[in-house]
């Protein structure tokens, strides 16, 4: 059983910053690519950032310069650092890891529970 645990969501001013974090745990054979994505009341889920085991990196157009995402394949982590928030970051963030439970088992997508980030004045 595979399980996606994030942290660090939080209610900041505009222009603040925040650090989420997300911990995969349980049966891991390999670990794709991960990401954040995130949804705002009434809106569809949207892509904020991706990350591959390689490294590379892709980013939505409304957070390019000011998310980094990051991601630790030894503790099998990503963070997402988000910086200059502005209110229409408001969201609840989902944690997304595209993994292999098991060597012999294709890939597939498994979600965190989400963290609720709330910019305002």
């Known amino acids: 059983q595979v399980q996606l645990v994030e942290s660090g969501g939080g209610w900041v001013q505009p222009g603040g910053s925040l650090r989420l974090s997300c911990a995969a745990s349980?049966?891991?054979?390999?670990?794709?690519?991960m990401g954040w994505y995130r949804q705002a009341p009434g809106k569809q889920r949207e892509r904020v950032a991706a990350?591959?085991?390689?490294?590379?990196?892709n980013y939505a157009d409304f957070v390019k310069g000011r998310f980094t995402i990051s991601r630790d394949n030894a503790k099998n982590t990503v963070s997402l650092q988000m910086n200059s928030l502005k209110p229409e970051d408001t969201a609840v963030y989902y944690c997304?890891?595209?993994?292999?439970?098991?060597?012999?088992?294709?890939?597939?997508?498994?979600w965190g529970q989400g963290t609720q980030v709330t910019v305002s004045s």
């Open positions: 349980g049966s891991i054979f390999s670990i794709y690519t």
């Open positions: 997304n890891a595209n993994l292999s439970p098991f060597p012999i088992s294709g890939a597939r997508a498994y």
């Open positions: 990350i591959t085991s390689g490294d590379n990196t």
